[in-house]
C-alpha cells in the first residue's frame, strides 16, 4: 500500500487523458518515483528518440511516501530524456505538488506526444482535463501561477510550470512548483515546453490514508524525526544556515571551483556565505535570509527565504522583486558566485530569482556564463558576439544583464541557453566547457574530493553532485571518514552512494536526510508503509537495479565508455592553491576498478550477469 | 490545569506536519485538506502562520447553534461539535469571527479542533515549537521570559 495505485495518462497529441492501474508488480522491484517511473519511460519510448520530439515522454512521479508524515515526505521526480546531455534525465523537487498530486489520488501522470497548440493540465482528484494555455503562453513562472491560481479562485491549488526560458528553447530549463521549488536539472523544463505544456494544476482532497501498519508507521517515522532533530547536521546545520553551511568549508579544503574552474579557491566565498546571509545590511539593518522554510512534511526546513536590498542596481525601480522568495543554497551561490567570480550577494540572490521566476537551473546557468567570461577574456568572443555586455569574471553587471537575457531567450542570452558544450564547441575551444555528458558540473571540484570525479564521471544525467555524494564521507565523515585526496576505495564508495541514493530517490523521501539516516533508518518506514517486506538490502538491490536500468538506456541511447570522463582541466591542470595543491583528478584510475564493481565490460555496457542478476529488461 | 494550544509563527517552517497528524488522528487519513489547523504562508513576507480555533469561552459557534451540538468538554475546556446531533446547518460557521469552524461536505456536519481530547496532535508533531500546548493561565510565560532577559537594569552598575 501507499501507493495509489493509479497513473494519469495524458496523451497530448490528442488531447486525451485516462486512469490505468499501476503496474504493482514493478513498484516491487523499483519502488516508486525515480525507479519506477525510469522503468515505465525505458518501457515505453526509444532511447535514441529526439527529447525534443513528440516521441520521448515525460513523467511526473511521487514515491510511496509522498504525502505521508514520514518526515520530507514530499518529494517528486521528473523523468524523460534530457535534451540537454541525451541521456535519461531525473530531476527531483520537493515544495509541495507531489504530496498534492498524491492527495489527488495519482501515484504518477505520464505525458506522451506533442499538444497541437499550448496547454495545461488541470487535476481536481479523479478528474483530469487539458485546458488552453493561452493566456499563459509566454508569461514567467511567477506570473502564470498568479494568473492560474486567480482563474481557478483557489489558493490551495499547487501549480508547476515553465518560464519563459523553456519557451525560447534554453537547455537547461527547470519546471518550477510552488514557486521556488524546481526539478531543476538536464532541461526537463525544455522537454515541457517542447510538448506546449505550460503547467500542470493540481488540488487533492482525498488524502494518503492507505499504509500497511499505521500504528508502526506513525511510531517509526516519529521515531526517525528525532534522529533528524538530534543530529548535528539535520537538527542543526541545515534549519541555520541552509545548504550554505558548506561555502566556507568546501572553500577550506580546496575544493570550490572558481573562474570556470581555473582555480580552486574563491577569495570571495565569505561575502556570499550563509554567514554573510544572517549579517545584517547596513541599507536597512535586514539580513539577505529572512527565514527558513521547509517543504511539504519536512522537519529539517533547509531552504532560504530572502530578500534583495531595494537599493540594489539589480532592483533599482523594480518593486516585483523587494519581497521575500526562495533564497540562495550553496549550488546557485557557487554557480552564480564563486565559478563566475562575482561576490556580491545581492546580485547573486537577484539571479537566483531570475532563475526562479523564469525556470532555469542556476547551476548550468551560472556555469555557462563562466564559460562565456573565458572565452570572453581570452578574447575568442568579444562585444560583438555578447551584444555589448562585457563578460568580465567578477563583474555582478554581466551576471545580472546575462541572467535576464536567459530567462527571455534574448539576445546572446539565447546562446548562453545551449548550455556551456555547444557554446564553447560554437566557438571552437570545447575544452573549455566543464560538462560531463553535456551537463555542468556542481559545486566540487573533483581535484579536492576525489570520490566526486568518479561521481560526476559516471553519473547517469551527466554531472551531478546529488547522485553519490561522496562529500558525506570524504569531508563531513559520514558515515565514515575517507581522505578526500585519495582515489583508493573511491570506486566502491561510489557505488555504494550510487545504489542508496537511487533507492531513496526512489521512495518520496528526500536526500538530505542521508547526512542523518541510512538505509536502516529508511527501510522500517517502508516497511511500515508498503505492502511487502522492506529492508536496507532490498533497497540497495532496487537502487543497483535503478542505477543499471538507466545506464541501459543511455547505452541504448548512443552514449558510450568515452563519455565517462572530464574535461582535460581536471586531469591535466593540477590544483593550484589549498589542501589539493598539484592534484589533478583520478578519474582514469578509478574508472576500470569502478566498472568491474559495477559489473559492466570494459566498453561499459552491462555483462548478461549483471542485466539476469538484477532482473533487467532486455 | 486547564491547558491551551499556544502558537508562536516566528517559529513555524511551513512543513505541514501539524496539518497530516490532525487529519491522521481525526480522519485516519494524511489529508491535509481535512485538517482543524492550517498553516498560511505569507510569501512575499517570509512568514509562516499556524491558526486553528482558540477555545473561546463565550463561544459565538456554540451559543449560535440551533441544536446545541456544540458542548463544552469538561475536562479540556474545548467546545466539541457532537456529530450525531449536528444537523449540518452552517449557522456556527456564520456565528464563528475567526473561520475555524467549517462544513465538511463529505459527512454533512461541521468540524473543528477538539484539541484532540487533551492530546492534541499538532503540537506532538510539530518540529519546531511553533505550537505547544501550556498552561492556559500562563501561554505568555517564555515571551516574557525572554523579554525579561533582554530588559535592562539602569539601577545595576
Known amino acids: 500500500m501507499a501507493w495509489s495505485k493509479k497513473i494519469l495518462r495524458v496523451n497530448l497529441t490528442e488531447g486525451k487523458v485516462s486512469s490505468e492501474p499501476l503496474n504493482m508488480e514493478w513498484a516491487q522491484q523499483y519502488l516508486g518515483q525515480r525507479g519506477l517511473a525510469t522503468r515505465y519511460l525505458v518501457e515505453e519510448m526509444d532511447p535514441k528518440a529526439d527529447a525534443l520530439g513528440p516521441d520521448n515522454k515525460l513523467i511526473m512521479a511521487t514515491g510511496p511516501l509522498t504525502g505521508t508524515m514520514a518526515s520530507t515526505g514530499g518529494r517528486y521526480s521528473v523523468i524523460c530524456k534530457s535534451p540537454l546531455t541525451g541521456a535519461v534525465a531525473c530531476s527531483n523537487s520537493g515544495g509541495f505538488i507531489g504530496a498534492e498530486m498524491k492527495n489527488a489520488g495519482w501515484d504518477m501522470v505520464i505525458f506522451e506526444g506533442k499538444s497541437p497548440s499550448p496547454v495545461y493540465l488541470h487535476i481536481q482528484n479523479d478528474n483530469a482535463e487539458l485546458m488552453s494555455a493561452d493566456e499563459v503562453w509566454g508569461k514567467s513562472v511567477w506570473e502564470t501561477d498568479e494568473i492560474l491560481h486567480k482563474k481557478h479562485q483557489d489558493p490551495q491549488i499547487r501549480i508547476a510550470c515553465v518560464g519563459r526560458a523553456a519557451e525560447a528553447g534554453c537547455l537547461y530549463s527547470a519546471i518550477v512548483n510552488d514557486l521556488h521549488r524546481a526539478a531543476g536539472r538536464s532541461g526537463v523544463g525544455t522537454v515541457m515546453a517542447s510538448k506546449n505544456l505550460k503547467a500542470v494544476?493540481?488540488?487533492?482532497?482525498?488524502?494518503?490514508?492507505?499504509?500497511?501498519?499505521?500504528?508502526?508507521?506513525?511510531?517509526?517515522?516519529?521515531?526517525?524525526?528525532?534522529?533528524?532533530?538530534?543530529?548535528?547536521?539535520?537538527?542543526?546545520?541545515?534549519?541555520?544556515?541552509?545548504?550554505?553551511?558548506?561555502?566556507?568549508?568546501?572553500?577550506?579544503?580546496?575544493?570550490?571551483?572558481?573562474?570556470?574552474?581555473?582555480?580552486?579557491?574563491?577569495?570571495?566565498?565569505?561575502?556570499?556565505?550563509?554567514?554573510?546571509?544572517?549579517?545584517?545590511?547596513?541599507?536597512d539593518g535586514k539580513p539577505n535570509l529572512t527565514t527558513n522554510a521547509a517543504c511539504f512534511g519536512c522537519t529539517i526546513a533547509c531552504g532560504r527565504i530572502s530578500t534583495v536590498d531595494k537599493g540594489h542596481f539589480s532592483v533599482e525601480n523594480k518593486p516585483q522583486y523587494w519581497g521575500n522568495s526562495g533564497g540562495l543554497e550553496y549550488e546557485a551561490a557557487w554557480a552564480l558566485g564563486s565559478d563566475t567570480?562575482?561576490?556580491?550577494?545581492?546580485?547573486?540572490?537577484?539571479?537566483?530569482?531570475?532563475?526562479?521566476?523564469?525556470?532555469?537551473?542556476?547551476?548550468?546557468?551560472?556555469?555557462?556564463?563562466?564559460?562565456?567570461?573565458?572565452?570572453?577574456?581570452?578574447?575568442?568572443?568579444?562585444?560583438?558576439?555578447?551584444?555589448?555586455?562585457?563578460?568580465?569574471?567578477?563583474?555582478?553587471?554581466?551576471?545580472?544583464?546575462?541572467?535576464?537575457?536567459?530567462?527571455?531567450?534574448?539576445?546572446?542570452?539565447?546562446?548562453?541557453?545551449?548550455?556551456?558544450?555547444?557554446?564553447?564547441?560554437?566557438?571552437?575551444?570545447?575544452?573549455?566547457?566543464?560538462?560531463?555528458?553535456?551537463?555542468?558540473?556542481?559545486?566540487?571540484?573533483?581535484?579536492?574530493?576525489?570520490?566526486?570525479?568518479?561521481?560526476?564521471?559516471?553519473?547517469?544525467?551527466?554531472?551531478?553532485?546529488?547522485?553519490?555524494?561522496?562529500?558525506?564521507?570524504?569531508?563531513?565523515?559520514?558515515?565514515?571518514?575517507?581522505?578526500?585526496?585519495?582515489?583508493?576505495?573511491?570506486?566502491?564508495?561510489?557505488?555504494?552512494?550510487?545504489?542508496?541514493?537511487?533507492?531513496?530517490?526512489?521512495?518520496?523521501?528526500?536526500?538530505?536526510?542521508?547526512?542523518?539516516?541510512?538505509?536502516?533508518?529508511?527501510?522500517p518506514q517502508l516497511d511500515a508503509a508498503c505492502d511487502g517486506e522492506w529492508t536496507p538490502e532490498k533497497l540497495v538491490e532496487i537502487g543497483e537495479r535503478v542505477w543499471n536500468l538507466e545506464r541501459d538506456f543511455n547505452n541504448k541511447a548512443g552514449l558510450t565508455a568515452a563519455d565517462d570522463t572530464l574535461p582535460k582541466r581536471l586531469l591535466e591542470e593540477p590544483a593550484n592553491t589549498g589542501p589539493a595543491e598539484g592534484k589533478v583528478s583520478g578519474v582514469p584510475e578509478m574508472m576500470p576498478i569502478y566498472y568491474q564493481e559495477r559489473g559492466w565490460k570494459a566498453d561499459g555496457t552491462l555483462t548478461d550477469e549483471t542485466r539476469s542478476r538484477l532482473g533487467l529488461p532486455a | 490545569m486547564l491547558k491551551s494550544l499556544t502558537?508562536?509563527?516566528?517559529?513555524?517552517?511551513?512543513?505541514?506536519?501539524?496539518?497530516?497528524?490532525?487529519?491522521?488522528?481525526?480522519?485516519?487519513?494524511?489529508?491535509?485538506?481535512?485538517?482543524?489547523?492550517?498553516?498560511?504562508?505569507?510569501?512575499?513576507?517570509?512568514?509562516?502562520?499556524?491558526?486553528?480555533?482558540?477555545?473561546?469561552?463565550?463561544?459565538?459557534?456554540?451559543?449560535?447553534?440551533?441544536?446545541?451540538?456544540?458542548?463544552?468538554?469538561?475536562?479540556?475546556?474545548?467546545?466539541?461539535?457532537?456529530?450525531?446531533?449536528?444537523?449540518?446547518?452552517?449557522?456556527?460557521?456564520?456565528?464563528?469571527?475567526?473561520?475555524?469552524?467549517?462544513y465538511n461536505a463529505d459527512t454533512g456536519k461541521v468540524v473543528k479542533c477538539d484539541l484532540c481530547g487533551g492530546d492534541p496532535q499538532c503540537a506532538e508533531a510539530c518540529p519546531t515549537g511553533a505550537i505547544t500546548y501550556l498552561d492556559a493561565n500562563a501561554t505568555g510565560l517564555d515571551r516574557m521570559r525572554a523579554w525579561a532577559e533582554k530588559t535592562d537594569n539602569a539601577a545595576r552598575t
Open chain 1, 201 to 283: 494544476v493540481i488540488r487533492g482532497t482525498q488524502g494518503v490514508g492507505n499504509v500497511k501498519d499505521p500504528k508502526r508507521f506513525m511510531q517509526e517515522t516519529a521515531a526517525q524525526k528525532q534522529v533528524l532533530a538530534e543530529n548535528a547536521v539535520t537538527g542543526q546545520g541545515l534549519p541555520a544556515f541552509g545548504t550554505q553551511v558548506l561555502m566556507n568549508v568546501i572553500n577550506e579544503v580546496g575544493a570550490m571551483p572558481t573562474r570556470n574552474m581555473q582555480e580552486v579557491q574563491f577569495e570571495g566565498a565569505h561575502k556570499i556565505s550563509a554567514e554573510a546571509m544572517a549579517e545584517p545590511r547596513k541599507s
Open chain 1, 341 to 523: 567570480g562575482v561576490d556580491d550577494l545581492d546580485a547573486l540572490t537577484y539571479a537566483n530569482f531570475l532563475c526562479n521566476e523564469d525556470g532555469m537551473d542556476p547551476i548550468s546557468f551560472g556555469a555557462t556564463l563562466a564559460a562565456a567570461m573565458e572565452l570572453y577574456e581570452d578574447g575568442v568572443i568579444t562585444k560583438e558576439q555578447t551584444g555589448g555586455l562585457e563578460l568580465k569574471f567578477g563583474s555582478a553587471e554581466a551576471l545580472t544583464a546575462a541572467a535576464e537575457m536567459v530567462a527571455k531567450g534574448e539576445g546572446f542570452g539565447k546562446e548562453l541557453g545551449l548550455g556551456s558544450k555547444r557554446l564553447c564547441e560554437k566557438y571552437g575551444c570545447p575544452e573549455l566547457s566543464m560538462t560531463v555528458k553535456g551537463q555542468e558540473f556542481p559545486a566540487y571540484d573533483p581535484r579536492g574530493i576525489q570520490g566526486m570525479g568518479l561521481t560526476y564521471a559516471t553519473s547517469n544525467r551527466g554531472a551531478c553532485h546529488l547522485r553519490s555524494y561522496t562529500v558525506s564521507s570524504e569531508i563531513l565523515g559520514i558515515p565514515e571518514k575517507t581522505d578526500p585526496l585519495s582515489t583508493e576505495g573511491k570506486p566502491s564508495l561510489v557505488k555504494a552512494f550510487q545504489d542508496a541514493t537511487a533507492a531513496v530517490d526512489s521512495s518520496g523521501l528526500c536526500v538530505f536526510t542521508t547526512f542523518a539516516w541510512t538505509l536502516e533508518n529508511i527501510a
Open chain 2, 7 to 102: 502558537i508562536d509563527p516566528g517559529k513555524c517552517t511551513g512543513c505541514l506536519q501539524c496539518e497530516m497528524a490532525c487529519s491522521y488522528e481525526n480522519e485516519g487519513v494524511f489529508n491535509p485538506s481535512k485538517s482543524r489547523i492550517k498553516i498560511f504562508t505569507f510569501h512575499e513576507e517570509g512568514r509562516f502562520v499556524p491558526y486553528t480555533c482558540t477555545q473561546c469561552d463565550e463561544a459565538w459557534c456554540m451559543h449560535a447553534c440551533p441544536v446545541d451540538a456544540i458542548v463544552i468538554n469538561a475536562e479540556t475546556g474545548s467546545k466539541d461539535v457532537k456529530a450525531d446531533v449536528c444537523v449540518g446547518c452552517k449557522v456556527c460557521t456564520i456565528a464563528c469571527p475567526f473561520g475555524t469552524v467549517n
